[in-house]
């Protein structure tokens, strides 16, 4: 076990969170069964007033998995040195089996509890709670995600070994590999930003599609987009975007470019993509509410908000992506 | 015009448990815009919780509450706060004012949940403190007031957000005569403006002021007799 | 926006008007996020210290083992691994540990390695013979040698052997020195009773750093029962080392930050009437629950913030200025002798989320469910006085 203070700063946070969504699922549990909106009892107003109890402690639970998300990505590249062999965070998330699959798990739960703010954002924007079920069931589903992010974390430090010889990212983001990632490094680069940008494009035409016209079926084209840009955008960063950064053919590694040597530029990068594929996935999820009749003219107004957003977090991201690329003192054709 | 409509509205405290009290019973009531309404009867009559109803401050266990139109019984507390904040000015018994706060700090209490600015929040403020001879004295705390300059402040605070309906629980049960007078005077001011006034009482000053347009006599959770003058 | 500018301010002015409770909560915060961030700043600083003093580490060190434990080892090898392509030196080095029972201190007792005369950290000169020696700034203070320019020591024959200070190293390289003899190598070697032929390792530098671990493996091949260690080893160690006495400190603190939080929830929870009556009226007069939710947020925040950034500067100043008293034994290890050496200032942003993870997280979470008690106050008790 590492015991360093980040990794229990990340221990003890993520177990509090933990305690608090598992408090407001029991609460959402007790609501679930007793809710009757149309009653006017002193038990329908206390689970009224629960609900607001709920909301905080989901909240608040979720403010911290999003800045956890980034400690442990800052964590991981701090410890990095205790293993020999690794030079960024790559190493040390290779350094045990579950490295890769915390990470996985912290991008999981950061887009799932994202989802349920907004769904309860929504809710309470009405009226007449229409999404009070559909609200707890999620939460309550949203609970073993949560815990299996604190199992997982747990176990990845828990089994890490110093003596233990990690590779870094020379090999798996490295050419000359069979992996996936070691398979993305090597698209040919002019190839890679041409089916980016094309992609890129293709969201952006969606999104202003979106904002002037009603129609349903765009609404699931703009989800679709956004999930497909980021799976295209991320292999744009393995296989063009950091070799700009770097300014090394060779150097794939998604995670140096967050080091203060690079200036921070994975940042802005990470926070424009992830912000704009997160407002990006929202009118596709919630087109199907607009058949709720309280919803309606709330959701035409919030989702023009949302796809704003994704828009502006979008073109952020193509701007950071391409002043690099324009701007590096690689010249990759020449090379 | 109708204003507020109250229909067979019963409000029971503790509800289920021991101490069950049932403070309203089947009552219903039409108010008009314009109206300036007096509730007398005595302690227990259940004055305060009518008033709580109508100003949407709580919820009727049984029965129906509209206030311009609008079915206001099954609305979350977000919307029914709206309401109340933009429809209802309240002068409490105790005034309910923050001691330690200012003049200006309390009356614009009202308006911190609202997207305006500080500026404009002070701009609406002050020909209210100003009509109510109270603009010089918006810096003092309000602990350092007499009665009747914090009652000025209470009827300050009511009035910030242009209500429709003032609403006003036992306003004289602290005040001298002259004082009681000068409370009504301000009344007649804002009936004048077209404010609608509902007044909680067991002053025979208040229930028999020519201002008073109807008159409700309430006894063991119910109405006796309304007199509409 | 602008609505959650006019609560913050709400939050400071309602804060103020319970200045002592208020207060209360902020010193006690402080003063565990003082005693959180001492820990981090100094073991930090240390790290840092530490990894740029073993910069002068050698390339590579080789030393011989038996049986799991270290063995002296024959000088011939420094011979053979010499010829290693890649190798630019092999010096034997001959030191050791020597624990002094009438200070109860250990000291370190190094040969010159060949090297004579004066030295820029080095208040006279080096050992010329075996009389001689040179001692750091801490063993001179200690044993007053300083004062008598002798020093006494008691060899492996159990006979006290008499030295002259030549020099005295000064002060800046404490960190490296403090509790060093330097004797002339035969001197050591005749001191600890050295069999003839054997050093206690094997110092080499390396030409190019990115083959250190090619000429380690080889080594190895040659010599298996030598290990080699490098100097990457030697830093990731003292990080190893740094990061478990922080982490063990800090799992300490775990508990202060416990029992704040118990306190923090008893205040929150024990809400007086006056503030009950204030909730009711402001429930009365237009705000909603969550309204009250945002206020007690922000009062939090600010009482969390405050204690924060006042026990961030609390604890920079006992580290950086008082020498990080209170810690200083803990996290240096237990040593009779310690060096006084000035660690940089430094502040890093990890560390500062860390410590706000470790404090104001758990903090916010104990006072949600009074909050959420205090916000869900009727209006009507406003109206019922």
């Not at chain 3, 950086?320 to 008293?325: I, P, S, T």
């Amino acid at each position: 076990m590492i015991l360093h203070p980040g990794v229990l700063a990340l221990i003890s946070g993520s177990a509090i969170a933990l305690a608090m969504v598992l408090h407001a699922a029991v609460v959402g549990m007790v609501i679930l069964r007793r809710w009757d909106f149309s009653s006017s009892s002193a038990c329908q107003l206390a689970l009224e007033r629960k609900t607001y109890l709920v909301s905080t402690l989901v909240n608040y639970a979720l403010a911290f998995q999003i800045l956890s998300f980034f400690l442990f990505i800052y964590t991981v590249e701090d410890i990095h040195n205790l293993f020999v062999g690794a030079m960024c965070a790559t190493g040390s998330l290779n350094a045990n089996p579950l490295g890769w699959y915390v990470l996985l798990s912290k991008i999981t739960v950061f887009f799932l509890s994202g989802l349920w703010i907004v769904l309860n954002f929504v809710d309470q924007k009405v009226e007449d709670y229409p999404l009070v079920r559909l609200k707890y069931f999620l939460l309550i589903g949203l609970l073993p995600f949560i815990g299996l992010d604190l199992f997982l974390q747990v176990s990845y430090f828990f089994g890490l070994d110093p003596d233990i010889i990690t590779s870094c990212c020379g090999s798996l983001f490295g050419e000359g590999g069979t992996t996936v990632t070691s398979s993305i490094s090597t698209l040919p680069v002019w190839s890679a930003m041409l089916v980016f940008y094309s992609v890129a494009g293709l969201f952006i035409v969606v999104m202003w599609c979106c904002l002037n016209s009603q129609q349903r079926l765009l609404r699931y084209l703009h989800t679709a987009a956004a999930a497909i840009f980021f799976v295209v955008a991320v292999m744009a960063v393995i296989s063009f975007g950091s070799i700009y950064i770097y300014e090394l053919p060779m150097h794939h590694c998604p995670f140096d470019m967050m080091q203060r040597e690079y200036n921070l530029i994975g940042y802005p990068l990470y926070l424009g993509l992830f912000g704009g594929v997160f407002f990006g996935l929202l009118p596709g999820f919630f087109q199907p509410l607009k058949r709720i009749p309280s919803l309606q003219e709330t959701l035409v107004r919030v989702e023009r908000r949302w796809v704003l957003w994704s828009m502006g977090c979008t073109l952020f991201f193509l701007l950071v992506i391409t002043s690099q690329v324009v701007f590096s003192d690689l010249d990759y054709f020449s090379y | 015009m109708e204003l507020i409509r109250a229909e067979e509205v019963t409000r029971v405290y503790h509800f289920g448990l021991p101490d069950e009290m049932t403070a309203l019973h089947t009552v219903s009531l039409v108010l008009g815009r314009g109206e300036v309404a007096v509730l007398k009867g005595p302690s227990g009559s259940g004055k305060t919780s009518l008033l709580s109803l109508i100003g949407c401050m709580s919820r009727p266990t049984a029965g129906k509450i509209f206030v311009e139109g609008k079915d206001v019984v099954k609305l979350p507390e977000r919307f029914l706060t709206n309401i109340r904040r933009e429809t209802f000015g309240f002068i409490f018994q105790q005034f309910q004012l923050i001691r330690d706060l200012t003049v200006l700090d309390n009356v614009l209490l009202p308006l911190y949940p609202s997207a305006m600015g500080w500026r404009n929040m002070r701009e609406t403020a002050r020909p209210i403190l100003n009509k109510l001879g109270i603009e010089d004295k918006r810096g003092i705390r309000v602990k350092n007031l007499s009665g009747g300059e914090q009652q000025r402040v209470a009827i300050a605070r009511a009035l910030i957000n242009d209500p429709a309906v003032i609403i006003a629980d036992e306003p004289t049960a602290h005040l001298d005569m002259d004082l009681a007078q000068e409370f009504m005077t301000i009344l007649a001011d804002l009936h004048g403006e077209g404010k609608t006034i509902i007044i909680a009482t067991h002053d025979p000053f208040v229930y028999e002021h020519p201002l008073v347009s109807m008159a409700i006599a309430m006894r063991g959770g119910q109405i006796d007799r309304v007199d509409k003058r | 926006m602008i609505h959650h500018l006019k609560i913050i301010e709400y939050a400071i002015s309602s804060l103020l008007r319970r200045k002592y409770k208020s207060l209360a909560i902020v010193v006690a915060f402080a003063v565990t996020v003082a005693a959180l961030a001492s820990v981090l700043l100094l073991s930090n600083a240390l790290r840092i210290e530490a990894a740029a003093v073993l910069q002068a580490a050698p390339d590579l060190i080789v030393q011989r083992t038996l049986a799991g434990r270290h063995e002296l080892i024959p000088v011939t090898y420094a011979e053979t691994i010499r010829d290693i392509r890649g190798v630019g030196g092999a010096t034997p080095r001959y030191w050791g540990y020597y624990y002094d029972a009438l200070t109860e201190a250990n000291y370190t007792l190094m040969g010159t390695g060949g090297e004579a005369g004066l030295l820029a950290l080095l208040e006279g000169r080096l050992p010329a013979d075996n009389t001689e020696c040179a001692v750091g700034a801490g063993v001179a203070d200690l044993r007053g040698s300083a004062d008598s320019g002798e020093l006494i020591l008691v060899n492996s024959r159990n006979m006290g052997v008499l030295y002259d200070v030549s020099g005295i190293f000064t002060a800046e390289s404490s960190l490296l020195t403090n509790d060093l003899i330097v004797l002339t190598d035969t001197a050591v070697q005749d001191f600890f009773g050295f069999p003839p032929g054997l050093a206690t390792d094997i110092a080499l530098t390396v030409r190019n750093s990115n083959e250190v671990q090619t000429v380690a493996a080889k080594i190895k091949k040659i010599f298996p029962e030598t290990r080699p260690i490098t100097r990457q080893e030697l830093i990731r160690t003292y990080d190893m080392a740094f990061n478990w006495r922080s982490g063990m400190m800090l799992t300490v603190f775990c508990a202060a930050i416990i029992a704040f939080c118990i306190m923090a929830w008893d205040k929150a929870t024990g809400i007086s009437a006056e503030e009950k009556q204030e909730i009711g009226v402001l429930k009365a007069v237009g705000w909603d629950t969550s309204d009250v939710l945002v206020l007690k947020f922000w009062e939090g925040m600010v009482i969390a913030l405050t204690a924060f950034l006042l026990g961030i500067i609390i604890g920079f100043v006992h580290v950086f200025l008082f020498d990080a008293f209170i810690l200083a034994a803990v996290i240096k290890g237990w040593s009779v002798l310690f060096p006084n050496f000035d660690l940089t200032p430094q502040l890093n942003l990890f560390h500062l989320f860390i410590m706000g993870f470790l404090t104001i997280v758990p903090y916010v979470a104990c006072t949600v469910f009074p909050s959420w008690k205090t916000a869900i106050t009727d209006p009507e008790t406003a109206m019922r006085g």
